[in-house]
């Protein structure tokens, strides 16, 4: 399908488009999940600014309305599938609204089918392998017909137009997919295998993202350990965009399976590479983590932020974590909590399990009371606060170079950035320092947040 689609076919859509919405035609897109999607929501714009469409700032001034959903957890779903009803209305007083959705729910065995059957306001359904074909869907649309299009499987799609959200801080996408089916994930299901980005293209969209003015980019695949076969290939990758002089680079995300030597090393050598790192635990047992078929042990999980810590005494660690996974005894999640005692994270995101259909743990017996999975998660994120709030003590005093990211809601006179370490900064300035690094003294710490001062 992709060789099929060549360039030719790809102008011919976007030019019959541009013909037929004519002048003033808007778009707006509402993307629900991860980064990739972050990502996935940038290219939709590029390819629908392609066709002629500009953008609205809310859905009712728009003419196009296009959904990238996430099918990660259950709640992201049930409030996307919820949105897509609410135009249902709003389709009513404007006729021609075009609704699209996309994304990973969309993968999900039968979802295409049940919106072509029960939604049948919405005009244009892709995957996550198809969104290069958006330009042929909307066209499909706008001459009557409803452009549904999943494809089971995807390659790569080099050079596709984007509308970066950010200036100076931008998302690259590294490899698409994962093949590690950790036992409650649906994204090998829904992403498919690994496909990894050539080396060359990744570089070259570095660069020109560099000489636009980009002071940070953020590295981004399911695993990107797994990188073209290992963690070596991504350090290699590392090596030569910290040559290219970006101020900052980050990555996620990380699987502890595949942390390699070379990549621990990178963190204690290369200058551009920021001091966090996401590495998700899950949980803090050892057979917990053999039923999620994570392939790592809490023991092994350890050593790694040792050498780490090792490499980069201040780096900041940051973790995912499942509570209340199937079968998990009391006893169990008491060792994912002293897991956390000993990692100390800076921060972590919570999730109380919840079965997806089509994976392995969605089968498991699980008969933890729903009360019981939440005194759990409570008792986690009450612990967690106060590791975040000791790993902010510990700055204050510090001074820290900011990643100006914008003007405080609270206050025009107010900016925020983030560290190296990812921790967010609050300090006196205005509008104008958005997009720039300043030198920050840390002079004291909130709940989530530090305060600091200009040097
Ligand atoms: S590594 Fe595991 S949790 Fe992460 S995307 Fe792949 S299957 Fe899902």
Known sequence: MEQEYDRFSREMDARAVRDAIGEGKKYHIVVYGCQMNVRDGETAAGLLEEMG?????????????????????????NRALGNVIWLKELKRDKPDLLIAVGGCMMQEPGMAERIRKMYPFVDIVFGTHNLYRLRHLVREAVEGRRGIEILGEGGLQEGLPAVRQSSFSAFVNIMYGCNNFCSYCIV??????????????????ARRLRDSGVQEITLLGQNVNSYQGGGAAFAELLRRLDEMGIPRIRFM?????DLSDELIAAFGSLKHLC???????????????????????????????????????????????IVGFPGETEEEFRETLSLCREVRYDAAFTFIYSPRQGTRAASMPDDTPAA???????????LQHEHTASALASQVGRVERVLVEGVSERSSETVMGKTSRFLAVNFPGKADLVGSFVDVRITGAGRNTLRGERV
């Not at 090998?188 to 969209?205: F, H, K, M, T, W």
């Open 188 to 205: 090998p299901y829904v992403r498919g295998r690994e496909r990894s980005r050539a080396q060359e293209d990744i570089l070259e969209e």
């Open 53 to 77: 469409f500009s953008r609205a700032e809310s859905r009712e001034d728009a003419d196009l309305v296009l959904f990238e959903t996430c099918c990660v957890r259950e709640n992201a779903e």
């Open 253 to 257: 995300t990380s699987h502890p399976k």
């Open 275 to 321: 001091g966090h790192l996401h590495l998700p635990v899950q949980s803090g047992s050892d057979r917990i983590l053999r039923e999620m078929n994570r392939h790592y042990t809490r023991e092994k999980y350890l050593s790694l932020v040792e050498r780490l810590r090792a490499v980069r005494p201040d780096i900041g660690l940051t973790t995912d974590i």
């Open 372 to 382: 019981e999975k939440t005194r759990r998660i409570e008792e986690l994120i009450a």
